[in-house]
């Protein structure tokens, strides 16, 4: 079994998992830059994964870097920007050992990334990286599967069917550590190779952490929170159930 991203990253790209970048790249990013009256000229996405929405703010006048860990997913990055004429500065690091050695307007994580970050101290790191990235006034804006949203919300359906074409079928299937409040999350892959069918694996695990233990870490790296939504179009705070918490953060300046 492989590790996340690697043979499900072209997958990902050519499945209906893009179709969460494009609604924030459209719809929720402007949107709290609305309700912040926010207008950043620097942005820094962090797990920004195949640069949909890193390559649509470098569209919009940015100054875009997208940083992540697999290097499957920013190939695939490097070429949607180069098909669009997007100038994005493209960086494989993990985000809990940041150092870039400049400062950003806007931070962003999306897509519940901060989730993979397994330990405390993990996440904890990240977020002193985004601080120390931000310039002062800046926002860091992020979201993130709570527990409930791992805990209840998927495993309520087990195993799902996700892809099924003439040439492609995908399995998922979620299973949960009610003690470390890890998730795990099986892709199985069938591609169609000639007359055969070839089977592949990657297993991905997310944490869920209590919101009190992540305002605390933001506020130690130095960070403001601002909302904390479960509906980040109607600034809708958030709901016991939940399954996604949406935060804005500022650092003093």
């Not at 079994?1 to 893009?18: L, N, S």
């Not at 995908?170 to 069918?197: C, H, K, P, Q």
Request: proline share 4%.
């Amino acid at each position: 079994m492989t590790q996340p991203y690697q043979r499900f990253a072209r997958h990902y790209q050519e499945g209906h998992y893009t179709q969460f970048a494009r609604w924030v790249s459209e719809t929720v990013f402007p949107h709290f830059q609305q309700a912040l009256s926010f207008q950043p000229q620097s942005l820094l996405d962090l797990a920004c994964g195949t640069g949909i929405f890193a390559v649509h703010m470098a569209a919009q006048g940015l100054r875009v870097t997208g940083l992540d860990i697999s290097p499957h997913m920013l190939e695939i990055a490097r070429e949607t920007a180069r098909e669009q004429g997007a100038a994005v500065t493209w960086v494989q690091a993990d985000m809990s050992q940041l150092n870039l050695g400049e400062s950003f307007d806007c931070v962003t994580c999306f897509f519940d990334s901060l989730n993979y970050l397994l330990k405390a101290d993990e996440l904890a790191r990240a977020f002193q990286a985004v601080s120390a990235h931000l310039k002062p006034g800046g926002f860091f804006i992020f979201d993130m599967n709570t527990i409930y949203g791992l805990a209840v919300s998927w495993q309520r359906f087990p195993y799902n069917l996700n892809e099924d074409s003439a040439d492609y079928l995908e399995l998922m299937g979620t299973s949960y550590d009610y003690e470390l409040n890890i998730a795990d999350v099986r892709f199985i892959m069938f591609e169609r190779e000639g007359e055969r069918w070839a089977r592949y694996e990657e297993l991905h695990r997310e944490r869920g952490y209590y919101l009190d233990d992540i305002l605390l870490m933001l506020a130690q790296a130095g960070l403001q929170p601002g909302y904390i939504l479960g509906d980040p179009l109607s600034l809708r705070a958030l709901a016991e159930n939940d399954g996604r918490v949406w935060i804005t953060a500022q650092k003093p300046g």
